[in-house]
């Protein structure tokens, strides 16, 4: 196969460390170009290449990444956050090479909760009870108030007493579910089939997944409403569900992230591979390899990147630089 070149987006944060180890481990040969916003990070060791970029929704930020793509002759990006999904799909046009995302309405619709759930209920797609603030009534026993973009399970407010403080603009409410947590990534081939899907348990501290078990217990109601959506909604590539199952074995989905998650770097290891099938796709023009999931259980560690000899992170750009994982 000709060697490519593929840009991961947001390689500070483990959704890009985890693209990027993928893109390794499918074997295909690939030179991985990184961005992040910061100058050093602990994702910088394991790219070709690296560049700092502006926040996405900055001015210059398709400037910059107009750019690099030329410099570095890219033939894919593949975002890792949901702003740079957002504004690189609908620049992709003016790139010059191919964005792993969905058509940017439907990504704007998934940036954002409110629009989300506004989304689903038009065709009848699962998705929990919401609110604008100003138009909460307080039928709920329990409810939360949490960002309607982005931010990873951060800003969080459970049962305030004062929704006044809280901008239409800024915040949604929506009612606090129990139960069981579950994470379920799926990806939509370029013919608009569900490819296919798998559903984890999970445990979080911080917003990011600590520990997952994979759960086939949820698979056929899954089914139903992953093929309910992709009818509906023209989601392309890889998508996650993020649900509580409550105790009457209902599904109650609260968050979509339209584009590759947190748990890649795991659940490639459980058959799920959606940066495998993300470059068969669009690199490469190959049908995805079929999805067949294993049971497994992951916890994850914090592990050190050693560069020894070095005085200071400047110019520790890239894997040029020697060093080791302890």
């Not at 049962?159 to 990534?185: C, R």
């Not at 796709?281 to 079929?290: A, D, I, S, V």
């Amino acid at each position: 196969m000709e060697k490519k070149n593929v840009l991961v987006t947001g390689i500070g944060g483990n959704v890009g460390q985890g693209i990027v180890r993928n893109v390794r481990k499918t074997g295909f040969e690939v030179r991985v170009v990184g961005t992040n916003i910061s100058n050093f990070s602990a994702g910088n060791h394991l790219c070709d290449g690296f560049y700092k970029v502006p926040y996405a929704y900055e001015s210059n930020f398709i400037a910059e990444m107009k750019e690099i793509v030329a410099k570095e002759r890219i033939h894919l990006i593949i975002p890792s956050t949901d702003y740079e999904v957002y504004y690189l799909s609908a620049h992709r046009d003016e790139l010059g090479c191919e964005v792993a995302a969905s058509i940017s309405t439907v990504a704007e619709a998934y940036l954002d909760k409110y629009l989300t759930a506004k989304l689903h209920s038009q065709f009848d797609v699962p998705f929990a009870a919401t609110f604008l603030p100003s138009a909460y009534d307080h039928r709920f026993k329990e409810f939360i108030v949490k960002p309607r973009k982005g931010r990873g399970s951060r800003g969080l407010f459970f049962n305030p007493t004062d929704l006044s403080k809280f901008s239409d603009e800024e915040y949604i409410v929506q009612e606090l579910y129990k139960g069981e947590e579950v994470t379920t990534a799926f990806y939509v081939d370029a013919g608009n089939h569900l490819h296919g899907h798998i559903t984890m348990s999970r445990s979080l501290e911080n917003g990011t997944t600590t520990y997952c078990a994979v759960t086939r217990t949820y698979d056929a109601q899954f089914q139903e409403l992953l093929t309910n959506l992709v009818a509906h909604i023209p989601i392309k590539g890889a998508a996650n569900i993020q649900s509580m199952i409550t105790d009457k074995g209902e599904i109650v989905p609260f968050e979509v992230n339209c584009r590759i998650s947190g748990t890649n770097s795991i659940r490639s290891n459980f058959g799920f591979e959606d940066v495998r099938y993300t470059l068969e796709e669009l690199l490469y023009g190959q049908k995805p390899t079929p999805v067949q999931i294993t049971d497994g259980v992951a916890v994850r560690i914090l592990m050190d990147v050693i560069y020894p000899g070095q005085t200071g992170s400047e110019g520790l750009a890239d894997n040029q630089i020697p060093f080791f994982i302890y």
